[in-house]
C-alpha cells in the first residue's frame, strides 16, 4: 500500500477514498486530518456547545468509518462527510432542545419585514482588529440566535460551499425554502453581528 | 429602484445571479444609497467572516481524543 505523505504529495481525495476502503487505515486517517477541524467549527456553530461539537465530530467519523464500504462515491467524500455530520448534529439538538426548534422542514414563522435596522459601516478588518477566539465568539453568538433552519441552510450553503439543490435535498427542503431562508439568514447574521461590529458613532 | 426592492436582490447579487441589466440597476441605487450599500457591504463581509476559518484552532485533546476513538474502533474491526 502506498504511503500517502510520500514525496510530499497531497494524494487526491478520491484515491484516498479508495485506499481506505481497502483496509488503509492511514489513507482513511488522511481524510480525517483534512476535514476533522471543518466538522468541529460545523458542529460549534450548529450546536453552539463544545461538548456537543466534540461528540459531533467524533460520531461522525466513526460513523463515516463503519460506513465507508457503502460510500458510493457519487458524491465528494466531504459532502458524505457533512450529510452525517449534520444528521448527527440534529439528534443532537433533538435531545437538548424542544422539537419544534429544529424541525427543519417546517413553514417559517419569521415572515416579518427583512429591511435591516442597522446601518452602520462595519470596522474595516474585525479579523485584525480582535483577538481570533474573540472573534470566533462573536460570530458562534450571533449564529446562536438564528432559528435552527436557518443557521443549518447558511453554514451548508455558504460555508460548506453546497450547492441549493444539495441542501434542499440533504434538509429535504425545496429549492425555493432553501433560497429564501439563506436570504433571511444572511441577513439576520448582518444584523447580529452589527450590534458588535458597527462603527460606534462616538468612536 | 426603491431600498426594499435593493434589499430583495442582495443573494443574487453576492451570489453574481443578477443579469446585467437588473445588476445595473443596483449598482446605480447602491452608489447613490449609503444605507443600501452599508447593508450590502456588511453582508458580504458576513459571509466572509463565518468561511475564514484559516485561524480556527482545535481545542486541545479534541483531535487526539478523536483519533484515539478511531484508532481503538480499527483495531477492533480488524481482529
Known amino acids: 500500500m502506498a504511503n500517502s505523505r510520500d514525496a510530499g504529495l497531497v494524494k487526491d481525495e478520491s484515491v484516498l477514498v479508495t485506499e481506505a476502503k481497502a483496509g488503509s487505515y492511514e489513507a482513511f486517517e488522511d481524510l480525517v486530518n483534512r476535514y476533522e477541524k471543518k466538522i468541529y467549527r460545523l458542529g460549534l456553530n450548529l450546536t453552539g456547545n463544545p461538548e456537543d461539537a466534540e461528540d459531533m465530530l467524533q460520531e461522525t467519523f466513526l460513523k463515516a468509518f463503519e460506513h465507508l464500504p457503502t460510500f458510493r462515491e457519487d458524491s465528494r467524500f466531504y459532502t458524505w462527510i457533512v450529510r452525517i455530520a449534520i444528521n448527527q448534529g440534529l439528534m443532537k439538538l433533538r435531545k437538548r432542545r424542544s422539537s419544534k426548534e429544529v424541525q427543519l422542514d417546517e413553514p417559517s414563522n419569521d415572515d416579518g419585514d427583512i429591511m435591516p435596522r442597522e446601518f452602520a459601516d462595519w470596522r474595516p478588518n474585525p479579523e485584525q482588529e480582535l483577538e481570533r477566539t474573540e472573534l470566533e465568539a462573536i460570530l458562534q453568538d450571533a449564529a446562536r440566535s438564528l432559528p435552527m433552519t436557518f443557521r443549518t441552510v447558511f453554514f451548508l450553503r455558504d460555508v460548506e460551499g453546497l450547492s441549493t439543490e444539495e441542501t434542499a435535498e440533504l434538509l429535504n427542503l425545496s429549492e425555493g425554502a432553501v433560497k429564501a431562508r439563506l436570504f433571511r439568514a444572511r441577513l439576520r447574521l448582518r444584523e447580529e453581528l452589527s450590534k458588535t461590529l458597527k462603527i460606534k458613532k462616538d468612536s | ?79
Open chain 2, 1 to 79: 429602484m426603491n431600498c426594499r426592492n435593493a434589499i430583495q436582490q442582495i443573494c443574487g447579487y453576492l451570489d453574481g445571479n443578477l443579469d446585467e441589466d437588473l445588476k445595473r440597476t443596483l449598482e446605480v441605487h447602491l452608489n447613490g444609497c449609503h444605507h443600501c450599500k452599508a447593508v450590502f457591504d456588511t453582508t458580504r463581509k458576513t459571509v466572509e467572516l463565518y468561511c475564514d476559518g484559516k485561524l480556527f484552532v482545535l481545542p486541545t485533546g479534541v483531535r487526539e481524543r478523536l483519533h484515539d476513538a478511531l484508532r481503538v474502533k480499527w483495531e477492533a474491526q480488524s481482529k
